[in-house]
T-cell receptor, first 118, second 111 residues
Framework: DAGVIQSPRHEVTEMGQEVTLRCKPISGHDYLFWYRQTMMRGLELLIYFNNNVPIDDSGMPEDRFSAKMPNASFSTLKIQPSEPRDSAVYFC????????????????FGEGSRLTVL | GQQLNQSPQSMFIQEGEDVSMNCTSSSIFNTWLWYKQDPGEGPVLLIALYKAGELTSNGRLTAQFGITRKDSFLNISASIPSDVGIYFCAGQRGGSYIPTFGRGTSLIVHP
């Protein structure tokens, strides 16, 4: 079974450009999370969705960041315009939430998208 | 912001040594999770703890859920080079699917 798939793995762009990061969660998972990882701040939760609906976006740094989940198998995180301080590794993760067997609490992470804004 | 204090921040050890790291919080958690992040990869769950006092092992790894429900530790015995990575603790409160992550412990193992 394929895990969480993120693209691109690496992106280098210039300040002011639009960046779009993509995520395909594990099939059947009803929670999707976007995290940002930096040396200074560790893993920060940016936003999460439940059944494609954004539940909490309080971690989104500012209006330049937006996230969508148009269907259960796809989500995007967009930065427009990008700035050098946005350079980080962005992770998407999915989780099964409650199930008949009970919830384990496990998040399944993708391999991340490393963004460098020059 | 972060509510979990994870320590130490980094460790440099010799192969074969035992490792211990811990996580503390001012809040009570119902679940403690330990993840490992290999270089260039996303974090992967190692151990999940669901009851205060619970002690769980996964190979050379042992983790415990503190009695106060405000702390947890992870031990690695007889470390090997492939143990290198960042270890994250994460706590979850009752009724919430959203884990709070610690800042991570970076482990370097010298052969």
């Amino acid at each position: 079974d394929a895990g969480v798939i993120q693209s691109p793995r690496h992106e280098v762009t210039e300040m002011g450009q639009e960046v779009t990061l993509r995520c395909k969660p594990i099939s059947g998972h009803d929670y999707l999370f976007w995290y940002r990882q930096t040396m200074m701040r560790g893993l920060e939760l940016l936003i999460y969705f439940n059944n494609n609906v954004p539940i909490d976006d309080s971690g989104m740094p500012e209006d330049r960041f937006s996230a969508k989940m148009p269907n259960a198998s796809f989500s995007t995180l967009k930065i427009q315009p990008s700035e050098p301080r946005d350079s980080a590794v962005y992770f998407c993760a999915s989780s099964a939430g409650t199930s008949g067997r009970g919830w384990t609490g496990e998040l399944f992470f993708g391999e991340g998208s490393r963004l460098t804004v020059l | 912001g972060q509510q979990l204090n994870q320590s130490p921040q980094s460790m440099f050890i010799q192969e074969g040594e035992d490792v211990s790291m811990n996580c503390t919080s001012s809040s009570i958690f119902n679940t403690w999770l330990w993840y490992k992040q290999d270089p260039g990869e996303g974090p992967v769950l190692l151990i999940a703890l669901y009851k205060a006092g619970e002690l769980t092992s996964n190979g050379r790894l042992t983790a415990q859920f503190g009695i106060t429900r405000k702390d947890s530790f992870l031990n690695i015995s007889a470390s090997i080079p492939s143990d290198v990575g960042i270890y994250f603790c994460a706590g979850q409160r009752g009724g919430s699917y959203i884990p709070t992550f610690g800042r991570g412990t970076s482990l370097i193992v010298h052969p």
